[in-house]
């Protein structure tokens, strides 16, 4: 029978992993869920964010609008990486990425983000929702995080499908 | 015209993410109905014969629009219900800011905030508890509006309908213009 919604790969990161990588996504399902569970690879102020690429793609093809809090207020920014998802510091922090139509070779891609974000910079602890846009109309078959720092160990990374009638 | 695919694809899984009890080996997440909009555009999206069996309900959206405009959802029982009986409230972000706006005593709810014509405009609607005739009715939004410059949007939604009817329409309208090709809508039953 079919599935609608079933896990696709799974990591659980080992010592200090600088990268994840999602390799050979089937293109058999509508929507994809990134669900984390991360930790930086060393704490320090900086970048607490995934730095996301798809398909190997490092150009500056990322942009993204993001709403956090901790005090701050809203921004965007252009990047060759999609800004989203988090790693703390001393904690893992949750996130929960939808990739929408990420298949679809007629639209570039986009995804909804949410996260909690532990850092030791300022703020040192907020929630954040991101909006990104790759611009691109391939599909995606590969996803790549590359957090500076790295992963802590056990850092974990799961990727799901969602299939539509 | 709504256009309206009513399928069911009903399979064993996991549900892994969705916070549902259910018997090992029985499908918690189904697929409800999917609809892809075609070259000729549609001017809303509409679900109707939502099955009452679920405990919640989400739609997935990727939605491209032929104007900038603002998204409203409708819901109803048998009909759509047209009357003030809507409430809302917004956070959004955008370059430089966050807003927060709302509103009671509307005819419908918002859903989306200045979606743009170039880029898709991606949504997610969580419907809580629609069917449950002793309660009014809730949903919440993650959405955005990405348009590689400014103003880019991600905004944050919350809705209130103030019937105890269970759910089984629900529309969603650009506020003005049309939605175009491309565009996809996914209604999915979680089950509880």
Not at chain 1, 65 to 88: E, Q
Not at chain 1, 114 to 121: L, R, T
Not at chain 1, 139 to 159: E, K, Q
């Amino acid at each position: 029978m079919a599935v609608t919604y079933e896990p696709i790969q799974s990591y659980t990161t080992t010592g200090s992993q600088a990268t994840v990588t999602f390799s050979s996504i089937p293109g058999t399902y509508t929507d994809l869920v990134l669900q984390g569970s991360t930790r930086r690879g060393i704490n320090g102020a900086g970048d607490a964010g995934w730095n996301l690429i798809f398909n190997g793609d490092s150009g500056a093809n990322y942009s993204v609008a993001m709403l956090y809090s901790g005090g701050s207020t809203g921004g965007t920014g252009k990047n060759n990486f999609f800004y989203t998802g988090a790693v703390g510091d001393g904690v893992f922090c949750a996130n929960t990425m939808s990739i929408m139509n990420y298949a679809s070779p007629s639209i570039n891609k986009t995804a909804l983000t949410h996260s909690f974000v532990y850092g030791n910079g300022s703020p040192a602890i907020d929630t954040r929702v991101f909006c990104n846009l790759w611009r691109s109309n391939a599909a995606i078959t590969s996803i790549t995080l590359s957090p500076a720092s790295g992963f802590w160990d056990g850092s974990v990374l799961t990727l799901y499908g969602i299939k539509a009638a | 015209m709504p256009l309206l695919t009513t399928q069911s694809a009903k399979g064993y899984g996991f549900s892994s993410l969705v916070a549902t009890v259910s018997a090992i080996g029985s499908p918690a997440y189904e697929s409800i109905a999917t609809t892809t909009i075609g070259s000729g555009g549609q001017s809303y999206v509409e679900f109707g014969s939502i099955p009452s069996t679920y405990k919640h309900l989400q739609l997935r959206a990727t939605m491209m629009c032929s104007s900038v405009n603002n998204m409203y959802v409708q819901v109803g029982n048998g009909s759509i219900d047209t009357g003030a009986n809507y409430s809302w409230h917004q956070l959004y972000g955008n370059n430089t800011n966050f807003f927060s706006n709302g509103g009671g005593g509307a005819s419908f709810g918002y859903v989306g905030y200045n979606y743009n014509t170039s880029y898709p405009n991606p949504s997610i609607i969580d419907f809580a508890d629609y069917a449950n005739t002793n309660k009014n009715k809730t949903w919440k939004a993650l959405a955005g509006s990405d348009v590689n410059g400014s103003p880019s949007y991600v905004q944050i939604w919350s809705g209130n309908w103030r019937s105890t009817s269970a759910i089984n329409t629900i529309r969603i309208t650009p506020g003005s213009g049309t939605f175009t090709q491309y565009g996809s809508f996914a209604l999915y039953g979680i089950k509880g």
